[in-house]
């Protein structure tokens, strides 16, 4: 049974960030998600989650350091030298994360470097990733790394493409290190959409959704999204799938629209 979370930093995002986890329960389902923490509160985060009955299914990895963000910003995954400081924001995210009983944390590559080639770019990914595995593995949470598409939203980031990631994660060679498979950016990107999900199952720690084009819910672009439930389920996919689109219907409507498509 597909399971899902919903992205409260797109949807009943009219509302403050404590009340949006009770939105998310009025609407019947189980789990939310997050993007940046590191300017939140934290204990009002946990409290959300504890007194609405919500998961918090994931977040971005980050922190409430300023100097520490600033820094990462400047040292993405992509730069030379970037792995210390990854070690740093896992370590920071590993810690928040816990205390909010976050199962997977969402990475992020950077834009793509013109002063490096992508060959040693992709080295410095994965020198970064392998350096910081143990702090998840310790912490018992999955690192999920997300290829995004450069065509429309994202132009000029560096990893784009399922295949990379995938090789990526073999490199890697951690269990707590997965591929965050967003199918509307992987559809925009590559389109081939349920032979990938096959083709990456044991890769994939997390799934994000939206249909293409616009970025709006299941049923209003392209995407056969019945089709797609069915091959996830058929993975044997345990985890969340996120729903991370801009309603063109209610926030409420379009749940339950995307409900009725499992």
């Not at 370590?91 to 909010?100: G, I, N, P, R």
């Not at 994000?208 to 819910?217: C, K, T, V, Y």
């Not at 409420?252 to 499992?262: H, Q, T, W």
Request: net charge negative; charged share 25%; aromatic share 8%.
């Amino acid at each position: 049974m597909i399971k899902f979370s919903v992205c409260i930093e797109m949807i009943f995002n009219d509302q403050p960030i404590y009340e949006r986890f009770f939105r998310v329960k009025d609407a019947g389902l189980e789990a939310a998600e997050i993007w940046d923490w590191g300017n939140r509160d934290i204990s009002e985060l946990k409290e959300a989650t504890e007194k609405s009955g919500i998961i918090l299914s994931s977040m971005c990895v980050g922190t409430a350091d300023a100097l520490l963000a600033r820094k990462y910003r400047e040292t993405p995954l992509v730069a030379n030298c970037a792995s210390e400081i990854f070690c740093e924001i896992a370590s920071c995210s590993v810690e928040t994360a816990k205390q909010l009983n976050v199962k997977n944390l969402i990475v992020t590559t950077g834009q793509e470097r013109a002063d490096i080639s992508r060959e040693k770019q992709h080295e410095n990914i994965v020198k970064a990733l392998s350096a910081a595995a143990p702090i998840f593995e310790s912490g018992g949470i999955t690192a999920v790394l997300e290829p995004l598409n450069v065509l429309v939203d994202h132009k000029g980031y560096y990893l784009s493409s399922s295949a990379q990631a995938a090789d990526i994660i073999k490199e890697v060679k951690s269990e707590n290190i997965k591929m965050l498979f967003d199918i509307y950016h992987q559809q925009i990107t590559e389109g081939n959409i349920i032979n990938n999900i096959n083709q990456y199952k044991d890769l994939i720690g997390h799934f994000h959704i939206a249909d293409n084009p616009g970025r709006h819910e299941p049923g209003t672009g392209e995407l056969n999204y019945s089709a797609i439930f069915k091959a996830i389920e058929k993975t044997g996919y345990e985890g969340f799938v996120g729903l991370e689109f801009a309603p063109l219907a209610s926030c409420s409507d379009a749940l339950k629209s995307v409900i009725d498509l499992k």
